[in-house]
């Protein structure tokens, strides 16, 4: 059985970054899953902990880039990756001007720069489709407000080449 749990957390401060997580979302994820050593995030906005990727100069990114084109980053890199993206291609043109979201295409540079036995978290509005390479091992519903949406926090665990193997 998948461990599923609520979180029930405050809204983000007002003078936070658009899309920003709720207060306390990303320390709280950090210390669930052990407190990885090296943190990304690859739609960046105004990440706490570890570093961050994102198309906006202004928000003083680790790398100004594309979460869709890490080339910049090495294979097998990170030990937690955590996925915030727009949660539409519609919402990323009007809020972000940017372009239109390719799911497999970040989801894939995520998994590849992740360790081995290290996770990639998406959150999100709705439940994605498995990673390949990976196993669902966590979710969590994020509450925050009335008439708010909740969200959702799939987090997965990158196999290791050989579990990869031994399971096909």
């Avoid at 680790?62 to 727009?86: K, M």
Wanted: charged share 25%; proline share 10%; hydrophobic share 40%.
């Amino acid at each position: 059985m998948i461990p599923t749990e609520t979180w029930v957390l405050p809204r983000p401060r007002k003078d936070a970054y658009v899309g920003s997580f709720p207060l306390h979302f990303e320390q709280r994820l950090w210390r669930l899953l052990g407190k990885p050593e090296k943190v990304l995030h690859p739609f960046g906005g105004l990440a706490e902990i570890g570093d961050f990727v994102d198309l906006n100069e202004t928000t003083s990114p680790t790398w100004v880039g594309d979460a869709h084109d890490l080339h910049f980053i090495a294979d097998e890199t990170y030990d937690l990756v955590i996925l915030d993206p727009p949660y539409s291609s519609d919402e990323s043109a009007e809020l972000y001007g940017t372009p239109p979201l390719r799911w497999n295409t970040f989801v894939g540079e995520a998994v590849r720069v992740c360790k081995p036995g290290g996770h990639v978290a998406v959150y999100h509005v709705k439940q994605p489709p498995r990673p390949s390479g990976t196993r669902l091992v966590r979710r969590i519903v994020v509450l925050t407000r009335t008439w708010h949406a909740p969200r959702l926090c799939f987090v997965f665990e990158k196999q290791a080449q050989q579990q990869l193997e031994v399971a096909a």
